[in-house]
């Protein structure tokens, strides 16, 4: 049983870099085909695909959001990394990270809620 644990953070300041780890048990982050991925949910609204860091390395973050984020990871724990650069208070919601494969996300970490706020 895969399980994903989100770490960080709940209070980030305007304009500071959000970071965030997901901590990953019960199966490897290097393991083909897996993408392992960041998403958040700001208050009231759908969920945003932020990026993901395939297992072999590659990384692929949204349009919206490239210019901001970075995704790395570090093999020897198991674990995977958001930061985020320059938020504002719109980046305010509950951050998920998820394994995700060509049929979509199937292991979700519970969420962790980051603030952003002065």
């Known amino acids: 049983q895969v399980q994903l644990q989100e770490s960080g953070p709940g209070l980030v300041k305007p304009s500071q870099t959000l970071s965030l780890t997901c901590t990953v048990s019960?199966?490897?982050?290097?393991?083909?085909?897996?993408?392992w991925s960041w998403i958040r949910q700001p208050p009231g609204k759908g969920l945003e695909w932020i990026g993901y860091?395939?297992?072999?390395?590659?990384?692929y973050y949204s349009p919206s959001l490239k210019s901001r984020t970075s995704i790395s990871r570090d093999t020897s724990k198991n674990q995977f990394t958001l930061q985020l650069s320059s938020v504002t208070p719109e980046g305010t919601a509950v951050y998920y990270c998820?394994?995700?494969?060509?049929?979509?996300?199937?292991?979700w970490g519970q969420g962790t809620q980051v603030t952003v706020s002065s």
């Open positions: 998820a394994r995700e494969n060509d049929q979509g996300h199937d292991y």
């Open positions: 019960g199966g490897s982050i290097t393991t083909n085909p897996y993408y």
């Open positions: 860091i395939h297992y072999s390395g590659s990384t």
